[in-house]
């Protein structure tokens, strides 16, 4: 959808990002104007509504950063790297660990990850560099995002992770709302983008309940499988992969089936 909006729209990848999250921004309002959620947000909560959006502003430029110097093939599966950082920072903030069969899975997953990123051409350290950085800021922000859902102690659990984006993302769209006009982005960009704000809330919504439900690790584990749906949907329907490979599309199937196994080997 977004590959779409950008085909059919005279705009640069930080303008459409920004457009979305300023819409994502509208719809969340709708919510925190309606439950009158302004009465529980106090001067306390902008320190870690900060510790949310800005390592999560500063992931979504250097992601681009990075795409612009590499492909969109070569950068999308290294996304995979948060998935270390943030068992790293889980056990620095949090004391947990993997057990062995998890850190296998997790191995599982990176190398093919790396398998597929390398099948779309060749993986330069700059692009590495700025994709690694955007995977911190990414593992930082969804840890940050949790916790703040934690402090809402006024909601029950499932209320929590409504309230938390309804809020969270207000202030994310505030914030966008800023870069807007320097940016050269207007109303007409945020209308044409509509439908990525839609769809992009409502899966933010479904990965902080993961959160919530299972945790931080657990969740962007499952969330691997992205590409995995990406290769499965693109060789059922065009009977091809969806971008440029040195991998036949038997093989990238049979990639895509390793990090099945290899995410199901993290949760058994």
């Known amino acids: 959808m977004t590959q779409k909006c950008q085909d059919n729209v005279n705009a640069t990848g930080t303008q459409i990002i920004i457009a979305v999250h300023i819409g994502m921004g509208i719809l969340a309002a709708i919510p925190f104007i309606g439950f009158q959620l302004w009465s529980t947000v106090s001067f306390d909560h902008v320190v870690p509504l900060l510790m949310v959006n800005i390592p999560y502003i500063g992931a979504q430029v250097l992601l681009l950063a990075a795409l612009q110097k590499s492909g969109a093939s070569i950068i999308s599966p290294l996304l995979t790297l948060k998935i270390p950082i ?45 994709i690694s ?44 709302l800023i870069s ?21 809330l409502m899966a933010v919504t479904l990965l902080v309940l993961g959160f919530k439900s299972s945790g931080v690790l657990q969740a962007n584990v499952a969330q691997s499988l992205r590409g995995v749906f990406g290769v499965a949907l693109a060789y059922i329907f065009l009977r091809t992969t969806p971008a440029p490979s040195t991998l036949s599309p038997p093989r990238k199937l049979s990639i895509a089936a ?11």
């Open 258 to 268: 390793g990090m099945i196994v290899a995410v199901a080997l993290f949760f058994s």
């Open 133 to 176: 950085l955007a995977c911190l800021g990414y593992a930082i922000s969804d840890h940050s995002i949790t916790q703040y859902s934690k402090s809402l102690q006024n909601f029950s659990e499932l209320d929590q992770v409504w309230v938390t984006v309804s809020i969270n993302y207000l202030f994310c769209g505030l914030i966008c």
């Open 86 to 130: 943030l068992a790293a920072l889980g056990f620095v903030l949090l004391g947990d660990t993997l057990n062995l069969q998890q850190l296998f899975a997790v191995l599982g997953i990176l190398v093919l990850a790396i398998c597929l990123s390398k099948s779309a051409g060749m993986i330069d350290w700059v692009p590495l560099l700025l």
């Open 180 to 200: 807007a006009l320097p940016c050269k982005v207007d109303h007409h960009l945020v209308f044409k983008c509509k439908w990525i704000s839609v769809t992009w």
